[in-house]
């Protein structure tokens, strides 16, 4: 069963446009978004939020229409900015109240022991958190109404590397109710190595590609060598030699060659061919 469907979906703005997306995100899965800065990623999540009017196509999440059940989505939903969208002011306890009041679902207990496990205090106000405690509190607002679904536009981003780690176990433990579907942005491409079953590309507000992760990362290999290779599907300089993407099934024994990563597929794609 589908999650996340999006159809045709298209939307033009003064100086960027997305341009005729189309996927679908199997339930249970968790799907990391990449792309180059500017490339929509944060577009696209506004996208299934229903954030824009003039959007062009449908999208449904949760096998709802975004455009017509916005509401009884939201409530399904639990959403990390890259930015801390609510007033400073405001402390850990202040947000139970208002959360309360917002989700049916909303688990004070659990809410309690994930600001604990973190050492998130409770008493103080956000104005006095880091950057990655903005972050982490985020990430525990949007867990702890048990949410159906995580949309996550660079969670783990200015994250020292043990919280990034916490995160990551957050999420594993989200992903063991087999019903979850995470969708999540992030430029550290080795969390969505770890924890990514699909990954999806944009580049230039357009949809490059959308696979299986294990699969993208054994179809291809990176070759170098002085001299063209046959069936390279990308090659890029470095300062001594080219780089070859190569398909698994053209490597020839001779061949000196590395795995590939999700970094070497976003640079030989989206980077121009020499
Ligand atoms: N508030 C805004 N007003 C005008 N243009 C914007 C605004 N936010 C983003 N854009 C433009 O929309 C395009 C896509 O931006 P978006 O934030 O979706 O990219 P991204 O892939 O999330 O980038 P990054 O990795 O840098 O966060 C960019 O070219 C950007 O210039």
């Given at each position: 069963m589908n999650s996340i469907i999006v159809k045709n979906v298209s939307l033009k703005q003064k100086m960027f446009a997305l341009k005729n997306i189309s996927f679908e995100v199997e339930r249970g899965t968790v799907v990391g978004v990449i792309g180059r800065n500017g490339a929509g990623k944060t577009t696209l999540l506004k996208c299934l939020l229903n954030l824009y009017r003039d959007m062009m196509g449908n999208i449904f999440l949760l096998e709802q229409n975004v455009l017509t059940q916005d509401a009884a989505i939201k409530e399904q939903l639990g959403v990390v900015f890259d930015e801390w969208h609510l007033?400073?002011?405001?402390?850990p306890n202040d947000l139970n109240k208002t959360y309360k009041l917002l989700f049916p679902t909303w688990d004070e207990a659990y809410y309690v022991q994930l600001l604990d496990e973190l050492n998130?205090?409770?008493?103080?106000?956000?104005?006095?958190?880091s950057r990655g405690m903005r972050m982490l509190l985020q990430l525990v607002l949007a867990l702890s109404h048990h949410p159906k679904m995580l949309l996550l536009d660079?969670?783990?981003?200015?994250?020292?590397p043990v919280m990034r780690q916490h995160v990551l176990q957050l999420l594993s433990r989200y992903m063991e109710d087999d019903t979850n579907t995470i969708f999540f942005s992030s430029h550290i491409t080795n969390d969505l190595e770890v924890l990514a079953d699909t990954v999806l590309c944009l580049h230039n507000g357009a949809m490059l590609f959308h696979e299986n992760k294990d699969t993208l990362l054994y179809e291809y290999v990176i070759a170098s060598s002085n001299t063209p290779i046959d069936g390279a599907v990308a090659e890029r300089e470095t300062a001594l030699y080219t780089e070859y993407l190569v398909p698994r099934s053209h490597l020839a024994d001779t061949m000196q060659h590395r795995a590939v990563t999700l970094d070497d597929l976003l640079a030989f794609f989206t980077e121009p061919i020499v």
């Amino acid at each position: 069963m589908n999650s996340i469907i999006v159809k045709n979906v298209s939307l033009k703005q003064k100086m960027f446009a997305l341009k005729n997306i189309s996927f679908e995100v199997e339930r249970g899965t968790v799907v990391g978004v990449i792309g180059r800065n500017g490339a929509g990623k944060t577009t696209l999540l506004k996208c299934l939020l229903n954030l824009y009017r003039d959007m062009m196509g449908n999208i449904f999440l949760l096998e709802q229409n975004v455009l017509t059940q916005d509401a009884a989505i939201k409530e399904q939903l639990g959403v990390v900015f890259d930015e801390w969208h609510l007033p400073l002011s405001l402390k850990p306890n202040d947000l139970n109240k208002t959360y309360k009041l917002l989700f049916p679902t909303w688990d004070e207990a659990y809410y309690v022991q994930l600001l604990d496990e973190l050492n998130l205090p409770r008493d103080k106000k956000v104005e006095t958190y880091s950057r990655g405690m903005r972050m982490l509190l985020q990430l525990v607002l949007a867990l702890s109404h048990h949410p159906k679904m995580l949309l996550l536009d660079e969670p783990t981003s200015g994250l020292d590397p043990v919280m990034r780690q916490h995160v990551l176990q957050l999420l594993s433990r989200y992903m063991e109710d087999d019903t979850n579907t995470i969708f999540f942005s992030s430029h550290i491409t080795n969390d969505l190595e770890v924890l990514a079953d699909t990954v999806l590309c944009l580049h230039n507000g357009a949809m490059l590609f959308h696979e299986n992760k294990d699969t993208l990362l054994y179809e291809y290999v990176i070759a170098s060598s002085n001299t063209p290779i046959d069936g390279a599907v990308a090659e890029r300089e470095t300062a001594l030699y080219t780089e070859y993407l190569v398909p698994r099934s053209h490597l020839a024994d001779t061949m000196q060659h590395r795995a590939v990563t999700l970094d070497d597929l976003l640079a030989f794609f989206t980077e121009p061919i020499v």
